[in-house]
Nanobody, 124 residues
Framework: QVQLVESGGGLVQAGGSLRLSCAAS????????MGWFRQAPGKEREFVAAIGWSGGTTYYADSVKGRFTISRDNAKNMVYLQMNSLKPEDTAVYYC?????????????????WGQGTQVTVSS
């Protein structure tokens, strides 16, 4: 079992930055692929970014590529999402998720553990 707690969300103006953090606890964390997803009001959940167990493999949604950076610190059981050049369309609840396996995937259904989410609001 893995417990995930997100933090770092908030209100920011367009063009600004936020750094989301995800604290993991429970079973061995360092062998889990991790991901960030988001869900805007009235929309389906969508993939944002994912990272492999060593941090050497990362994937990004086209909509955030070049603006967002996912990273992890296995010694601290933490995963981060640095978000720069934020746009109003980035407004959503952001969720941290963990797989039960080391392989990195971008499909939400393949992630077993989920946090409660943190709200990110970008004003224009």
């Amino acid at each position: 079992q893995v417990q995930l707690v997100e933090s770092g969300g908030g209100l920011v103006q367009a063009g600004g930055s936020l750094r989301l953090s995800c604290a993991a606890s429970g079973r061995t964390f360092s062998k889990n692929a991790m991901g960030w997803f988001r869900q805007a009001p009235g929309k389906e959940r969508e993939f944002v970014a994912a990272i492999g167990w060593s941090g050497g493999t990362t994937y990004y949604a086209d909509s955030v590529k070049g603006r967002f950076t996912i990273s992890r610190d296995n010694a601290k059981n933490m995963v981060y999402l640095q978000m720069n050049s934020l746009k109003p369309e980035d407004t959503a609840v952001y969720y941290c998720a963990a797989r039960a396996y080391i392989m990195v995937v971008t499909t939400g259904d393949d992630y077993r553990y989920w946090g409660q989410g943190t709200q990110v609001t970008v004003s224009s």
